[in-house]
């Protein structure tokens, strides 16, 4: 599965796996894709090192990339003080409230939160940089916008090629002249923060809006048709990133979160301000129907909402509190029915991949 | 492009076109597809046999369809006026002071509304039935649920395919145990009544749950790319309704609205409870918008939306009122950019479906 930019990249197929798990990514890439290692919980720059490490004695060679998350509009001179006094005491009750509801217990003294807005920091994911240029990544993905020109250009010098999520094709285009060099195309159907046109739509629209640009089709794909489809709608690779939280590389912390999502169908997920402020979709949990009530306080922009709800996730997460259980994932959930191995679920994709390529060839008489 | 199904109703390519335009479904089945003409207008018997005639002398022999809307639950002793009776007074009010606010004029005396709620009711469709089946009709849809059972045995006696539109694996599925033999699996960026699973994720899942029933793809399809997309997907073919609201042969008997449609982009529609009380995409207006906003009363449920507005929509389609004049339409409006004939678009669906087939061998080495 050879596209011009898997060629550039030196991947074998042209498949890209999202990931905030080195053990994953690592094996994305041994297994002759592109893991791609989520960097935004790294609020300590020696935690990503010591991660970055361990990808290097792991990928055998291989090339693999990072993805921050890096606002596109600099924050000047706002602390998370700052941040904090802005969040309505309402809204605090309501998550007291709901948390008390469902017997939710404290963390314990001095135990942080998993979750914390700073990853949303450009500083943070400034810091991150500082740390992944040392390393031999080959693409550097932005998950909020173009990074700024500093960071492309800096990105370039070490021939590592950017990508910026768009989930329309006014937002591809703005990417495009921004200077990056990868438009990841992400639909409606997909896991975290997406828009509202859908893949089979918005994949054709990137592409036309950004060629020659090389573009990647996110959100739906979980299997051998689906890559067939992504690449018949003129994408140059795909970019998955839901699939891998099931597989028995992924760390997830939570067996009954495993569990739920081994036995979530396509129609379980929701797309809600929930967790960041902005719609991203995740498990449809009483969390997310709490917020989503017209007759609650309703959610906070970002990024008050997730310095809001960062403690109650991390509290909901490590007690596995099942009914407001949740994770950022998209509605090809109903088709993680397994607990499987990197290896296993890539093989099944370029399996899957030849015999829809094969179908298709006999449908148009070849 | 021949599936199992495209052979057996005798058809060069498995594109099937959904269109309330007796000069559309004649087109598409003269150019190698199956017309499938909605009878959801055809209140009158007569009307539906006028056209039927009109098709057979225009399809040149080639195979078409038709389309009703068959509830599927049978709704006794209620007349029009008992459902008008549970209209609230507040929701008629809505719609005089919408209509009032943008000057929205009157209909004449006597004049009938274009678009009446009769056309979902049961009769009105078996109605539609007893004309049909004096017709060669290859194909009968139906958009609301599996039909009743006596019609699909008539139909089978008449050597009619049944076909029933499915916005979930589950809703396929029970449509398969109803004995039907298509299902249109009807994705989330489809115009009309649509669910919320995208095509991408729903056109497998309603490939694995019938098999071996055979899959049409409904929903974001407009072009050849996006035909071997949905085929790659598992599916026998592609149902195209969106698309031919702007070709030459389309009367929408409005230059205004097809100047709307031919302008919006894939962001312009919305799915809303506006026009019939379940949601359907159309394109979004400041109608929809209205009924949408948490500040307004509010939709009611079907059948009561649909006949609350009907009239409102005839006058505002009369009156080319802009800020109000929409349609259901999918999101691939925003590839919807020419009018052009029939022809010219099922060429462009086949040649560039002929494309995009090259583009993945080579893609897969072939």
């Known amino acids: 599965m050879q596209t011009e930019l898997s060629k550039k990249l030196g991947i074998e197929h042209a498949i890209f796996g999202f990931t905030p798990f080195p053990a994953v990514a690592a094996a994305i890439s041994r297994a002759g894709g592109l893991g791609v290692l989520g960097a935004v919980r790294y609020t300590a720059p020696d935690d990503l090192a010591r991660d970055l490490d361990w990808m290097e004695q792991h990928v055998d060679g291989a090339p693999y990339g990072l993805d921050v998350?890096?606002?596109?509009?600099?924050?000047?001179?706002?602390?998370?003080?700052?941040?904090?006094?802005?969040?309505?005491?309402?809204?605090?009750?309501?998550?007291?409230?709901?948390?008390?509801?469902?017997?939710?217990?404290?963390?314990?003294?001095?135990?942080?939160?998993?979750?914390?807005?700073?990853?949303?920091?450009?500083?943070?994911?400034?810091?991150?940089?500082?740390?992944?240029?040392?390393?031999?990544?080959?693409?550097?993905?932005?998950?909020?916008?173009?990074?700024?020109?500093?960071?492309?250009?800096?990105?370039?010098?070490?021939?590592?090629?950017?990508?910026?999520?768009?989930?329309?094709?006014?937002?591809?285009?703005?990417?495009?002249?921004?200077?990056?060099?990868?438009?990841?195309?992400?639909?409606?159907?997909?896991?975290?923060?997406?828009?509202?046109?859908?893949?089979?739509?918005?994949?054709?629209?990137?592409?036309?809006?950004?060629?020659?640009?090389?573009?990647?089709?996110?959100?739906?794909?979980?299997?051998?048709?689906?890559?067939?489809?992504?690449?018949?709608?003129?994408?140059?690779?795909?970019?998955?990133?839901?699939?891998?939280?099931?597989?028995?590389?992924?760390?997830?912390?939570?067996?009954?979160?495993?569990?739920?999502?081994?036995?979530a169908g396509s129609g379980d997920t929701v797309r809600s301000r929930a967790l960041t402020g902005k719609p991203a979709r995740q498990l449809r949990t009483e969390w997310t129907d709490a917020w989503d009530d017209p007759a609650g306080p309703g959610t906070l922009p970002m990024p008050l909402q997730g310095l809001l709800v960062a403690e109650a996730v991390s509290r909901i997460q490590k007690y596995e509190v099942d009914p407001l259980l949740g994770t950022p994932v998209g509605q090809i959930v109903g088709r993680m029915n397994e607990e499987r191995s990197v290896r296993d679920v890539f093989d099944e994709l370029t399996r899957g991949f030849e015999k829809a390529i094969d179908r298709v060839n006999r449908i148009a008489g070849r």
């Open 69 to 263: 998350v890096m606002p596109a509009k600099k924050v000047e001179g706002v602390s998370e003080a700052d941040v904090e006094a802005m969040i309505p005491e309402g809204h605090r009750q309501f998550v007291k409230d709901t948390l008390a509801k469902h017997g939710v217990p404290e963390l314990a003294e001095g135990e942080a939160s998993g979750w914390r807005i700073t990853g949303w920091m450009e500083q943070v994911a400034r810091n991150q940089l500082d740390v992944a240029f040392d390393y031999p990544i080959k693409l550097l993905a932005n998950a909020l916008g173009s990074p700024p020109a500093d960071v492309i250009r800096r990105a370039h010098d070490h021939d590592v090629l950017v990508a910026a999520l768009a989930g329309s094709a006014r937002h591809a285009r703005k990417h495009a002249d921004a200077g990056i060099d990868i438009v990841v195309a992400q639909g409606y159907e997909a896991g975290g923060h997406t828009g509202e046109i859908a893949s089979m739509v918005l994949t054709p629209e990137a592409v036309d809006a950004v060629a020659p640009l090389p573009v990647l089709a996110a959100g739906g794909i979980g299997s051998g048709q689906q890559i067939a489809a992504a690449l018949a709608l003129g994408a140059q690779g795909v970019w998955l990133g839901s699939l891998w939280l099931t597989t028995t590389e992924a760390d997830l912390h939570s067996p009954a979160l495993t569990r739920k999502l081994l036995a």
